[in-house]
């Protein structure tokens, strides 16, 4: 290869790291502008200078381990001539002095060769140990637990940080230590000095002394790494039970314990070889050490755990039993959970149905799969707008406490025709969505549609719940990056045949500000028109990460985040919610809860995101969890106590609905506290089943407003049944809090072993053996339209369970199903009717009390109320009749009578 040939290439290689670097500097450059318009400059910094830091440490360190073997193994070659004379003193003529690998060792460039070959294996080992730049900074950063393991007795503060750190710094130097050692071997094989290998094996050459103390290294780190899984015998999976049981201490740390000391006397044995030059010592020492590797490691736990364990496994494994439980109910909250008993009677009178009107007025009728086709059918409004996602939560509406579904009406760039899809429209113009779609969950308005709260664009209100910032740049369907404030207007609203337009006025995202900026976001972004715009101007600003996962994801990457953002309307505003959580993998004897190894789990953080703006706030939930501590300590500006959090969004927190579906899946089997009943597995539960659209489904939990045994007034709990393994029966529910000082607490509720509670799925066969309602059924699938059966509610009301059922009617030429019947189920009746007012009167109307009516006002309503209620039915007798739908009016109408005529006899 000539000069200029090695030039061009030089260049070319120049040219492509230049290219590199400027990419990587232009990305953390608007990354860092992204984080300082959030006031998170300080976490992005932190981030940054951690991972930094920590890869260049490991590429220090591998770099150095292995470029020190290379330069020695080479300096070898370069020195290492063959003899001249032999034994007799002759003189020796070689065909061939010099080998091809060798005479390249020789050279400048082998020098360099190596260099580059370090640096590019240290860059690899680096990049990867950069990423474990969490586990450096817990360490650094560790917080105690204020409890101990029960078989070291250590903090738990030193499994789930010092430990991992410990493994970390392991494996960089044991992978450095390996890849040393095969790259000086490699060097040494490749000069062909066969004297390594075909001389005398005795004799103790250079190149032998080399790799002996590399050997030695590599030992002496190993018998720390035995110390090590000494330690990882607490998360043992092969008991059992999860963690170490009676094998794994009396064998496996037996056999750690030896092959420690093994380890290091073959090591320092290995050591003292290279001045007694007895390689057959070493030969030994390995030999030994790999026979007692086979044995404590295979041969001997395998030896106790069928003579020993097997034969009396409970004795044997009880005391380790209780450890799993112990700390598995730690680790997820059970030691906190209540339980309590639930004496079902079955003596629920219509009085009580009327008592429980916050419970009865706020079953769920409507499912969130029926519902998000309905909302599109009738409130997506136009092409463009997508609702993501049904959420559901609870508010005080008309000085009620009603619960609600609600929707996010974004707007979806993709569902654009393809000639609007042009730059300036999705990058300057269609920038946010509008409003949501809210609706009552058992309320059902005419043709068995839903009744809405908030309905249309711009938005209407049927309550005193109102929205006065309706605009959504942030959400869950929002990802494309768009431009604010700049020449040319934003779309906001269609109004008929016109188009409304506006304005930013917000001051989130990120300053245009110069055009250095511009340049750093055209080559992040990959689109040259940020550059040409004319409508761009210094004074706009870019709004990227918008979408609600991805942004909070990008901030925080060391938590783990709640599949289901929902969003809230707080004074007037839109906000999204979502859960955060702190989770570990190396909680000891815990069991867990998913396939990466996640043993531990708290919901210690609360995000709210402006839709708006795009603020984003972490509030601090839970502060006597270590794991969060530890955050709050590496990252002092990024979390908020959860005290100032506004009034208006604390009232919509609620428990997060994949940790209670977390909790409840292990709850099946760590209710379970006594050993022998755990082990024998004698009272394990299940989550139960149901129909839905006639397929068999795991249940689901589930958000309901009731008021619990003993309780003065209605809450809002999620919560979940429970059934026996292998049986259809109900033995247990659980639930878990969401209001005001209650948040957060568990409670079990079970019932008497000697009752029989119909579970859910002997609930849905009942439903199928009812003559009439399978009449019915079997008539609507003979006219074409289908039948979806929703989700099965169980309620519990004073000491009774209520079932109910709602059927959900699609025509073949329809997209929008309707919500036409609702099934209730309690004691040993069934009945279906068109209004769950009606299916309970159905079922009450023969015991004690008088029938419930659909439209009586409940006990203790007062004249204003009364008033309020009247004025209700009116607006919406009103509506009915700008809508032209006669019937709707004469029954809103009538129902303004009916509440005229109690206000009368109350007067």
Excluded at 175 to 196: C, D, F, G, H, K
Excluded at 792 to 819: F, K, R, T
């Amino acid at each position: 290869m000539d000069r200029g040939t090695t030039r061009k290439y030089a260049l070319a290689g120049a040219a492509l790291l230049l290219l590199i670097l400027v990419s990587v500097c232009a990305r953390v450059y608007v990354d860092w502008l992204w984080f300082r318009s959030l006031d998170f400059g300080s976490v992005f910094t932190t981030t940054l200078l951690s991972k930094l830091g920590v890869q260049s440490l490991v590429l220090a360190v591998t770099f150095l381990i292995i470029f020190i073997n290379l330069i020695i193994a080479r300096r070898y070659v370069i020195g290492n001539r063959p003899a001249e004379v032999n034994d007799e003193g002759r003189k020796i003529i070689y065909l061939e002095t010099d080998y091809p690998w060798q005479r390249l060792l020789r050279t400048r460039a082998s020098w360099w060769m190596l260099l580059a070959a370090s640096v590019f294996i240290a860059f690899v080992v680096g990049a990867v140990g950069g990423d474990k730049w969490v586990i450096v900074q817990q360490y650094l950063h560790a917080v105690p637990f204020g409890k101990v393991d029960p078989v070291f007795g250590k903090e738990l503060s030193f499994y789930v940080f010092n430990l991992k750190f410990y493994q970390f710094a392991y494996g960089i130097l044991m992978t450095s230590l390996v890849l040393a050692a095969v790259a000086a071997a490699i060097v040494y094989l490749m000069t062909t000095t066969l004297e390594l290998f075909l001389t005398d094996w005795r004799e103790f050459s250079w190149p032998k002394k080399h790799l002996a103390v590399l050997l030695a290294a590599i030992l002496i780190l190993k018998a720390w790494g035995y110390k090590l899984a000494a330690y990882k015998l607490l998360y043992s999976p092969s008991g059992v039970v999860f963690g170490a049981g009676y094998t794994d201490i009396h064998a496996r740390l037996l056999g750690y314990k030896v092959l420690m000391v093994v380890a290091l006397l073959v090591g320092l044995a290995t050591i003292l070889n290279i001045f007694i030059n007895r390689l057959s010592w070493i030969v030994a020492g390995l030999g030994v050490w790999l026979a007692v590797s086979v044995f404590f490691t295979g041969i001997y736990p395998v030896l106790m755990q069928k003579f020993v364990v097997e034969p009396n496994e409970l004795a044997r494994e009880t005391r380790y039993i209780k450890h799993n439980i112990s700390m598995t109910r730690d680790a997820y909250g059970f030691d906190k959970v209540e339980s309590k008993t639930f004496d079902i009677k079955y003596d629920l009178t219509a009085e009580d149905i009327r008592n429980n009107e916050d419970t009865i007025r706020n079953i769920r009728l409507w499912d969130w799969q029926p519902l998000s086709k309905t909302y599109r059918e009738i409130q997506e409004i136009r092409l463009y707008y997508a609702f993501k996602d049904i959420d559901i939560d609870r508010y005080i509406i008309d000085g009620k406490y009603r619960q609600v579904m609600l929707a996010a009406r974004e707007l979806s760039q993709d569902k654009l025709p393809n000639q609007a899809r042009t730059w300036i429209n999705q990058h300057l113009k269609y920038t946010h969505g509008y409003g949501v779609a809210m609706s009552p969950v058992n309320e059902v308005a005419q043709e068995g549609l839903p009744r809405l709260f908030i309905r249309d664009i711009p938005p209407r209100f049927g309550t005193d719940l109102k929205i006065t910032r309706p605009e959504i740049y942030y959400g869950e369907d929002t990802n494309q990056y768009v431009f604010v404030k700049t020449k040319t207007q934003e779309f906001d609203y269609p109004s008929g045949d016109e188009n409304v337009w506006t304005t930013y006025q917000g001051e989130s995202g990120v300053k245009i500000n110069s055009l250095a900026r511009r340049l750093a976001l055209a080559w992040v972004f990959k689109d040259y028109k940020i550059l040409l715009s004319r409508y761009i101007t210094n004074e706009s600003y870019i709004l990227f990460e918008r979408n609600i996962q991805d942004r909070t994801q990008k901030i925080a990457p060391f938590l783990m985040f709640d599949g289901d953002p929902y969003i809230v309307i707080s004074d007037g505003k839109l906000y999204w919610i979502q859960d955060a959580y702190t989770c570990t993998d190396m909680y000891p004897y815990s069991a867990p809860f998913d396939r990466e190894g996640h043993n531990y789990i708290r919901n210690s953080v609360k995000i709210v995101v402006d839709a708006y703006d795009g603020n984003t706030t972490f509030y601090l939930a839970d502060n006597q969890d270590p794991v969060v501590q530890s955050y709050a300590r590496i990252f002092p500006g990024l979390f908020t106590p959860i005290d100032r959090m506004p009034a208006g969004l604390r009232q919509h927190v609620r428990y997060p609905e994949d940790l209670f579906a977390i909790q409840a899946e292990m709850f099946t089997v760590y209710h379970m506290e006594d050993p022998r009943v755990f082990y024998n597995k004698e009272d394990k539960w299940n989550i139960p089943s149901e129909l839905l659209e006639d397929k068999k489904t795991q249940m689901e939990p589930y958000y309901i407003i009731i008021r619990l045994p003993g309780q003065p007034r209605p809450e809002y709990v999620q919560m979940l049944p429970f059934t026996p393994a292998a049986k259809q029966n109900m033995v247990a529910w659980l639930c878990a809090r969401s209001d005001g000082e209650n948040y957060g607490k568990l409670l079990v509720y079970e019932f008497p072993k000697q009752e029989l509670i119909f579970g859910p799925m002997q609930v849905e066969s009942r439903i199928n053996q009812d003559s009439k309602i399978s009449q019915q059924m079997t008539l609507w699938d003979q006219r074409g339209s289908s039948v979806f059966r929703g989700n099965l509610i169980v309620i519990p009301i004073n000491q009774s369970i209520l079932y109910v059922e709602p059927l959900y009617l699609q025509a073949v030429q329809s997209q929008i199903p309707e919500l036409r019947r609702v099934i209730a189920v309690y004691g040993d009746r069934v009945v279906m009717e068109e209004t769950l007012e009606k299916a309970l009167q159905e079922l009450f109307a023969d015991r004690t009390g008088a029938p419930v009516s659909e439209s009586e006002p409940p006990a203790g309503t007062t004249a204003a109320e009364l008033v309020k209620q009247a004025q209700e039915y009116y607006n919406r007798a009103q509506e009915m009749l700008r809508a032209g739908n006669w019937a709707g009016y004469g029954e809103n109408i009538g129902k303004v009578q009916e509440m005229l005529n109690s206000l009368s006899e109350m007067l």
